[in-house]
């Protein structure tokens, strides 16, 4: 019943609520029967003289209550077993914009392909059952080498490769290795929350610096090195989590400069550095003599491909890096490092690979088409945006209202290292999402952002 429109003139009481009292009431009465479709909830914002977040919103309401179903690129209906009678509140899972995964692949020859490589490393499962040589078999160790340097721009040795279960095991290692307790490691002043819960849990101090333009300022580095004498320079260069920003390769310059006259190692958190096409080479590759890199595949093909490569800056660095993994982690699954080595190997990797860059593109259009041009921070190449929020709106409240319509965001107090955090939230465009969710999340962004109600941006309902 496209044409419906729900009756609230009278209502008492928020216009979402009113909204849902109205399909409620509507369905008791007969007027919204079994399967009929609501009308799209722009249209009837324009109808009722209300801004799309309070449509969407109520619609979201109806959901819980169990009186209608969303369906992908087809619009929202009246469930078939919707009744007059109350139900119990039904909890709908959020439209994940939290975590920053890449979209998924759909096309169904490209997944029978990566099912096959798990069937393929089934007829070995045995052997992938017992315990491995540490730090991955050479096959492993060739296949990671194939992968650093078909991806990451990045040549380097077999030896000096250590394949890890995950980048923060890899992490954990390099810290451990490189400072103890009470030591200070710099970083971006707005980092991946992962650093610092690591560094927390080793006692370390984390000093986050300026960045600009071009990345973190070498001038900040300069004056952190001779005010705290760090250990190390954690950096995620190439699309950071959050901003997606990537260090120009003139800056990485000035940074390596910096942490050559002052003695400093740089950890090189490269978990992006491979989806875009041709990003600045590594700091691995500039300074390979100071530099511990890091890249895992969680971020390239999926999160539950636990597997990362640890390259070390030198043959004897190897050895206590080995030793501080083998304490933490005793080894990486046999079975997902074999599904890593195997889909390299024959080429499937390349393809999912290719198959996230391309959704990926597409998600920044819709970016690109529906958000405001000054309103966000991304990279044509990235599945993830920094969203920087206009006033009268708080981080806090932002988020609370994307999530009362059934939205998850980050606040940006889980990135700030060494400053007050900014108004602005991290937002994801990958994992379960699909293509037609991502584009309703960002209409209802956009709104939020161009129609901030004074009362629910600060709170008060």
Same mark, same amino acid.
């Given at each position: 019943?496209?044409?419906?429109?729900?009756?609230?003139?009278?209502?008492?009481?928020?216009?979402?609520?009113?909204?849902?009292?109205?399909?409620?009431?509507?369905?008791?009465?007969?007027?919204?029967?079994?399967?009929?479709?609501?009308?799209?909830?722009?249209?009837?914002?324009?109808?009722?003289?209300?801004?799309?977040?309070?449509?969407?919103?109520?619609?979201?309401?109806?959901?819980?209550?169990?009186?209608?179903?969303?369906?992908?690129?087809?619009?929202?209906?009246?469930?078939?077993?919707?009744?007059?009678?109350?139900?119990?509140?039904?909890?709908?899972?959020?439209?994940?914009?939290?975590?920053?995964?890449?979209?998924?692949?759909?096309?169904?020859?490209?997944?029978?392909?990566?099912?096959?490589?798990?069937?393929?490393?089934?007829?070995?499962?045995?052997?992938?059952?017992?315990?491995?040589?540490?730090?991955?078999?050479?096959?492993?160790?060739?296949?990671?080498?194939?992968?650093?340097?078909?991806?990451?721009?990045?040549?380097?040795?077999?030896?000096? +490769?250590? #394949?890890? !279960?995950?980048?923060?095991? @890899?992490? &954990? =290692?390099?810290?451990?290795?490189?400072?103890? $307790? %009470?030591?200070?490691?710099?970083?971006?002043?707005?980092?991946?929350?992962?650093?610092?819960?690591?560094?927390?849990?080793?006692?370390?101090?984390?000093?986050?610096?300026?960045?600009?333009?071009?990345?973190?300022?070498?001038?900040?580095?300069?004056?952190?090195?001779?005010?705290?004498?760090?250990?190390?320079?954690?950096?995620?260069?190439?699309?950071?989590?959050?901003?997606?920003?990537?260090?120009?390769?003139?800056?990485?310059?000035?940074?390596?400069?910096?942490?050559?006259?002052?003695?400093?190692?740089?950890?090189?958190?490269?978990?992006?550095?491979? +989806?875009? #096409?041709? !990003?600045?080479?590594?700091? @691995?590759? &500039? =300074?390979?003599?100071?530099?511990?890199?890091? $890249? %895992?595949?969680?971020?390239?093909?999926?999160?539950?491909?636990?597997?990362?490569?640890?390259?070390?800056?030198?043959?004897?660095?190897?050895?206590?890096?080995?030793?501080?993994?083998?304490?933490?982690?005793?080894?990486?699954?046999?079975?997902?490092?074999?599904?890593?080595?195997?889909?390299?190997?024959?080429?499937?990797?390349?393809?999912?690979?290719?198959?996230?860059?391309?959704?990926?593109?597409?998600?920044?259009?819709?970016?690109?088409?529906?958000?405001?041009?000054?309103?966000?921070?991304?990279?044509?190449?990235?599945?993830?945006?920094?969203?920087?929020?206009?006033?009268?709106?708080?981080?806090?409240?932002?988020?609370?209202?994307?999530?009362?319509?059934?939205?998850?965001?980050?606040?940006?107090?889980?990135?700030?290292?060494?400053?007050?955090?900014?108004?602005?939230?991290?937002?994801?465009?990958?994992?379960?999402?699909?293509?037609?969710?991502?584009?309703?999340?960002?209409?209802?962004?956009?709104?939020?952002?161009?129609?901030?109600?004074?009362?629910?941006?600060?709170?008060?309902?």
């Amino acid at each position: 019943m496209v044409g419906w429109i729900p009756q609230i003139g009278k209502s008492i009481g928020p216009h979402y609520q009113a909204i849902a009292d109205a399909i409620e009431a509507d369905i008791r009465i007969g007027r919204l029967a079994p399967a009929d479709r609501l009308p799209p909830q722009r249209v009837l914002a324009q109808q009722l003289g209300l801004n799309f977040t309070t449509v969407a919103r109520a619609y979201v309401e109806a959901q819980r209550r169990g009186l209608i179903e969303s369906r992908v690129g087809a619009g929202s209906f009246v469930r078939g077993e919707a009744t007059a009678s109350p139900k119990p509140a039904r909890r709908r899972d959020l439209v994940d914009l939290t975590m920053n995964l890449p979209p998924e692949p759909e096309d169904p020859v490209l997944l029978e392909r990566m099912r096959l490589g798990l069937e393929e490393i089934g007829t070995n499962l045995t052997a992938l059952l017992r315990y491995q040589g540490f730090g991955g078999a050479p096959a492993d160790k060739d296949a990671a080498v194939t992968w650093l340097a078909r991806h990451h721009r990045l040549e380097v040795p077999r030896d000096r +490769v250590l #394949v890890c !279960p995950g980048a923060h095991s @890899a992490l &954990l =290692a390099t810290l451990s290795v490189l400072a103890k $307790a %009470g030591d200070v490691v710099c970083c971006e002043d707005l980092t991946y929350p992962g650093i610092r819960a690591l560094t927390a849990q080793l006692g370390l101090q984390l000093v986050g610096l300026a960045q600009d333009g071009e990345g973190i300022s070498a001038d900040a580095f300069e004056e952190a090195c001779r005010r705290h004498a760090p250990k190390a320079l954690y950096c995620n260069p190439t699309l950071l989590n959050p901003t997606t920003a990537t260090i120009s390769a003139r800056r990485r310059a000035a940074l390596i400069a910096v942490a050559r006259r002052h003695g400093v190692k740089i950890i090189e958190d490269d978990a992006y550095g491979s +989806v875009p #096409v041709a !990003p600045p080479p590594p700091f @691995a590759a &500039l =300074a390979p003599d100071i530099t511990y890199y890091v $890249a %895992g595949l969680a971020k390239c093909l999926g999160a539950g491909l636990r597997v990362a490569y640890l390259a070390a800056p030198d043959n004897r660095s190897v050895w206590p890096l080995a030793a501080s993994l083998r304490a933490a982690t005793v080894m990486a699954s046999p079975i997902t490092v074999a599904i890593a080595s195997h889909w390299i190997i024959e080429g499937i990797a390349e393809d999912v690979l290719a198959a996230i860059r391309q959704e990926s593109r597409a998600r920044q259009g819709l970016v690109r088409e529906i958000l405001p041009a000054g309103s966000y921070l991304t990279d044509p190449e990235a599945f993830h945006l920094w969203v920087s929020l206009p006033t009268p709106w708080s981080r806090s409240s932002f988020a609370d209202h994307m999530r009362s319509s059934g939205m998850g965001v980050v606040v940006s107090d889980a990135f700030a290292v060494s400053r007050p955090p900014p108004e602005a939230v991290r937002v994801c465009l990958g994992g379960v999402v699909g293509r037609q969710e991502t584009r309703h999340a960002l209409e209802f962004l956009a709104d939020a952002l161009a129609h901030p109600s004074p009362a629910v941006a600060s709170g008060i309902i």
